[in-house]
């Protein structure tokens, strides 16, 4: 098992910056790909960013230039740089992690919460 903590949201007036965190515990060695997904009000989960092991990584067209996702070396936690900030990117941030090996096995953080408000 695979535990994710994210960390990092809050209020943010539009043209900020946010860093979210996401630590990972447990089978860690598991992990494959990891990635952000976001859930606004009354919408669909939606892809965000993801990194594979290896650092190519892959991004929403509505994020693409604005955020940033990395990894530490430990491929342990992943972070999401978020510049120039939108109040459409107001959301439920969540935390996914992927088992390297058996793909359909997929780990959810708890969410965190970033408003994009004046």
């Known amino acids: 098992q695979v535990q994710l903590v994210e960390s990092g949201g809050g209020l943010v007036q539009p043209g900020g910056s946010l860093r979210l965190s996401c630590a990972a515990s447990?089978?860690?060695?598991?992990?494959?790909?990891m990635g952000w997904y976001r859930q606004a009000p009354g919408k669909e989960r939606e892809l965000v960013a993801t990194?594979?092991?290896?650092?190519?990584?892959n991004y929403a067209d509505s994020v693409e230039g604005r955020f940033t996702i990395s990894r530490d070396n430990a491929k342990t936690t992943v972070y999401l740089q978020m510049n120039s900030l939108k109040p459409e990117d107001t959301a439920v941030y969540y935390c996914?992690?992927?088992?390297?090996?058996?793909?359909?096995?997929?780990?959810w953080g708890q969410g965190t919460l970033v408003t994009v408000s004046e």
């Open positions: 996914n992690a992927v088992h390297k090996i058996a793909r359909q096995i997929k780990y």
């Open positions: 990194i594979t092991t290896g650092g190519s990584t």
């Open positions: 447990g089978s860690v060695f598991s992990i494959g790909v």
